[in-house]
């Protein structure tokens, strides 16, 4: 199959002239364009996506990158996918999953190809590869989520400090002095951008609040049930009154066995708020206060900013953060006493 260096070598330019000229996203001139376009046609190159391209259509197709590994949390990336999907039908778009693990690879793919019209990123790491690609490529490219380095780019995410700074003031204005967070596994805090700005946030606000504060994570490689138990007596045995928890549903889960297995009630003994969950609190063995992180709020307008990038009103570069809401479930009260 013909690649696009290729392509760009037998026309003297470059890949990414070659790119502009094929989906017309920037101007080229007359004479380059006709090297391109006797080019593509000696060679043969992807003569469907080309002639579309060519003509000034739309593939009315958005690739997802969602890179699949060994620690994903199925349930919870899959619901973003979902919302992406759906978000992108209802604006006549089809979704291209591209689940490889070494994410950059399809995603450097389906750009040169052209098969695409944008590509919406997940799964955003801190020092995510895709972003040195992103500013490499014409195809429009949003992030649902936010790595340490976004200038240039289009990022969409809740703004999860926020999140973590009204669940300590909720604690903190109930008059608790000493609370704990757990968090994900300690591999979430090196591969993932979210959590450590949730830990960050957290410990910064509580500091700032005049709040005495511990963390623990929920496992090492993965999340486990013993290490969040360990993690949950460790903080009741600091004598802490109040209990975030920045993680899976499992995790919440084992909190609360702990919690109960101990003697100690909800919110009486110990209060406890869910930071930034992914699923319904409401199902758990005792409803828990909850900041919700839902698919929807970030995937809706990602797809907009996609199709606004295809049109003359092009989105600056720059960060949508979602407003964090706190949902009142009646796990948190003053502290009291245990001794």
Do not use: W
């Not at 490889?100 to 955003?124: C, H, T, Y």
């Not at 609040?209 to 999340?223: K, Q």
């Not at 460790?234 to 919440?252: F, K, N, R």
């Amino acid at each position: 199959m013909v690649k696009i260096n290729e392509v760009a070598e037998a026309a003297g330019v470059s890949i990414s002239t070659v790119s502009y000229a094929l989906s017309g996203k920037r101007p080229v001139s007359p004479a380059t364009r006709q090297r391109i376009e006797r080019a593509v046609a000696e060679l043969g190159y992807s003569p469907n996506a080309g002639a579309r391209m060519l003509a000034g259509s739309r593939t009315h197709i958005f690739a997802l990158t969602e890179p699949l590994r060994r620690d994903t949390h199925a349930p919870t990336h899959m619901s973003f996918v979902l919302a992406t999907a759906v978000a992108a039908r209802r604006n006549e778009y089809d979704i291209l999953l591209l689940t490889e693990e070494e994410a950059s690879a399809g995603m450097a793919r389906v750009a040169s190809s052209g098969l695409v019209d944008a590509i919406l990123v997940l799964d955003v790491a801190p020092d995510d590869e895709r972003v040195a690609l992103a500013r490499s490529i014409p195809t429009p490219t949003v992030f649902i989520g936010v790595p340490d380095d976004h200038e240039g780019l289009l990022c969409v995410d809740l703004d999860f400090d926020a999140a973590a700074v009204l669940a300590v003031d909720r604690v903190a204005d109930a008059g608790h002095r000493l609370i704990g967070l757990i968090g994900q596994s300690q591999v979430s805090y090196e591969k993932s951008n979210f959590p450590p700005r949730v830990r960050r946030a957290f410990e910064r606000r509580a500091t700032e609040r005049g709040v005495a504060h511990h963390f623990h994570v929920s496992g090492d490689r993965a999340t486990s049930i013993q290490a969040t138990r360990e993690a949950t007596a460790s903080l009741v045995e600091a004598g802490v009154t109040a209990i975030l928890v920045h993680a899976a549903d499992d995790v919440h889960n084992a909190v609360l066995a702990e919690l109960t297995d101990r003697g100690l009630s909800v919110p009486g003994d110990i209060s406890v708020v869910s930071v930034a969950a992914s699923f319904d609190t409401g199902a758990l063995a005792l409803p828990v206060d909850v900041i919700p992180l839902l698919p929807e709020p970030s995937c809706d307008p990602a797809v907009d900013l996609a199709v606004r990038s295809l049109s003359p009103d092009r989105p600056e570069p720059g960060l949508h953060l979602i407003p964090p809401v706190y949902y009142d479930r009646g796990s948190v009260a003053p502290p009291r006493d245990r001794r």
